[in-house]
């Protein structure tokens, strides 16, 4: 009897590869800057390589993994976490963020005020964690992940929604990071999250985009800052 053939990947096989090799990346266990190998990979995730190689090809389209070459050998890494990166990612996060708070702003009053009351309590909550010794990080980027979250929901807006669950986690990998190092910038972050809440509770889109954009370039700033002391994570 010949050797036992793995079955055919399917669809769910196809997408769960990619989600389980994404979350590695996003966790780290996939290091930044790590090179990838698509025999190790298939056999660490016990699957057929073409399941792997379509995950790696959806990954280095939406920017997870790069291609760097040897001559003319071609080998995958992770993405690096570099100031460049990370100020890009923020750039297009806020950009999307932005239109979203501007729709959100131009909801009926009830609703407005129905979003601002509830980003109002995460942002509190958010503060509070972040004053917390020892510091709850896991806590703190759930908290801020869920209040750029909420406006997201408030709206229909499909394209965006599709945009944003594809770049946001590429913003949340340096907040993993480097958070831990981003002492006293909390209190910065929830005065520019309550200008935020209080132009889509008074109905004003214009100022709501401004307001949202202006927080995640500060938050890029902020971030390039500490890469500046702290180092570039897997850059070669």
Known sequence: MGPARRPRFSAATKDGTFQTVRTMILEGSLAPGATIVETELAE?????RTPVRSALHRLEQ???VLATWRGR?????VAPLTKED????YHIVGALDALVAWRAAGLPASRREELAARMSTLNESLLAAGELVPVDFPRLLELHASFHAVF???VEAPRLKALHSNVRPQADRYRRIYSRVAHGQQAQSAAEHRRIIETIKVGDPVEAHCATLEHWMGAADRLCEIIEIFGEHGAW
């Open 44 to 48: 660490h995730l016990d699957v057929s």
């Open 62 to 64: 939406d920017g997870y």
């Open 86 to 89: 990370g100020r890009e990612v």
């Open 152 to 154: 997201f929901e408030a």
């Open 73 to 77: 050998k071609r080998r995958l890494v």
